[in-house]
Structures are given as C-alpha cells and as structure tokens.
C-alpha cells in the first residue's frame, strides 16, 4: 500500500540532518568511493601489498575504535548505551575476522604500528569523543561507519568475480552493518532535533572531516604512506 506523506512529514525527511550532512560532504564522498583503493578492490587488481597495507591499519584503526566508543558511551544517554555496547561486541568479533584472514594471509600483527594517517584519525576521535559533546561525537561515529558502508558496497556492486577479500567485502555490506548504519543515522537526526545552529555547525564540521580522514585513509593504503622519518 501507499504511504500517504502529508507535506510537512515529507520536508522533515528531505530535510534529515543526516541528509544535510551527506549533501554537504557530497564532493569529498565522491572522491571516497571513486578511490582506485576501491575500484581496483572490486576488479581484483588492487596488489596484494596494497590491501595488506589497508589490512594492518585498519586492524589498528578498529583496535582503537573502542575506547572511542567506550568514551561515547561513558557520555551517552542511558538508552542509547545498550546498542553502542552492541557495537563493541561487534568490533571485538571484526578483530577476530581480521587475525583469522591476516593469519590465513601470512600476515603477522606482532609489531606493527600506526601509520601518520591512521594515527591522526584515531586521535582526533579520541579528541572528539573526550572533549565534545555527545553528540558531536556521535556524529563522528555515523560518518566512520556511513563512509565504510558506502565504499564497501561500492566494492561489491561492481565485483564480477570472487575476491581473496570477499570476507571483508561481505562483512561491511552485511544486512546487519547496514541496519546499524541507518539505526545511527536515525539516531543522529534525533539527537540533532532540538539543537542550536551553532551546535549543527559543529557536527557538520566533525562529519566533513570524518569524511576527509576516510578519503585519506584509502590514500594511506594505495601509496602505503609511513613515517617519512
Ligand atoms: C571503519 C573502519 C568502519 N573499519 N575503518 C575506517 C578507516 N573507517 C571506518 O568501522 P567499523 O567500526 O569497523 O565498522
């Protein structure tokens, strides 16, 4: 049947802060999911040092993620800390998928270190989380998981073959990661709802960066960028 929008329901929607934000960022989310990290991923070209870059950063990048969350949670409203504790237990599962493919990979974790890129990121994370508002950090945590879900999905719509990496490819267009994406979407126009120009500045700004540090973390892989010194 056909759900009958009455206008004012139907501006609100048009008008989701989470919709803001996405058009705001739309150039930088272009060139996220144009990324040759991306599209070479999906051809089955991408080498095989190039993905065990992203591997070894993301597996750190993912570490670190949950005392980010864990922060957000310590500012969090009562109901809201449920389903973020929901997503520690599903970060420290995506660990365990991340030792079980490195390890059938050949790939070691012993004693490997952050990249300047994925370092900067996880700090400014942390620095959000600590020192901003709930919700400012809540809006970095959407744009983290919006920018994986769109590019990964990028990665399987244009797949023709099996990937030696389908376990990634399958674990961030997941039914479930993308109920979770539209729940944090959800939830960050609610949060929104209510708030003062000055704060939405705010969040469009962490978001606009989130998106940015995204972009550079597929550069970071591509040109296995390091510590020049
Ligand atoms: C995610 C990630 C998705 N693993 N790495 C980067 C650089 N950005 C986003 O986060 P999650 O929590 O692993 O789904």
New binding site residues.
């Given amino acids: 049947m056909k759900k009958i929008v009455s206008p004012a329901e139907g501006i609100s929607h048009r008008n989701s802060f989470h919709e803001h934000l996405l058009a705001t960022a739309r150039p930088i989310w272009g060139a996220i999911l144009s990324h040759p990290f991306l599209a070479s991923t999906a051809d089955g070209t991408i080498s095989e040092d190039v993905f065990k870059t992203w591997m070894v950063q ?1 597996y750190l ?2 570490r670190e ?1 949950i005392p980010f969350l864990g922060v957000l949670i310590s500012k969090a409203p009562p109901h809201l800390r449920p389903p973020l504790a929901d ?1 520690v237990v ?2 420290n599962r ?1 660990l365990e998928l991340f030792r079980e493919q490195a390890n059938a990979a050949g790939i070691s974790f012993d004693g490997i270190s952050m990249s300047p890129t ?1 370092h900067a ?1 996880i700090q400014f994370l942390m620095a959000t989380a600590y020192g901003r508002s709930f919700e400012q950090g809540f809006t970095l945590l959407y744009g ?2 919006k ?2 879900l769109d590019s990964w999905v990028r990665v399987k719509s244009r797949q023709r073959s099996r990937s030696p990496w389908q376990a990634f490819i399958d674990n ?1 267009t997941s039914d479930a ?1 993308q109920d979770y994406v539209a729940w944090l979407a959800e939830t960050l126009d609610a949060l929104a709802t209510g708030k003062s120009e000055a704060d939405r500045a705010n969040m469009e700004e962490l978001f606009l960066l989130a998106a940015r ?2 972009y550079l ?1 597929w550069e970071m892989a591509a040109r296995g960028k390091t510590w020049p010194v």
Avoid: Q, S
């Fill in positions: 993301d990048f993912v993620e997503a599903t970060l995506e994925c990121y983290v998981e920018a994986y961030w990661f540090y995204e973390f």
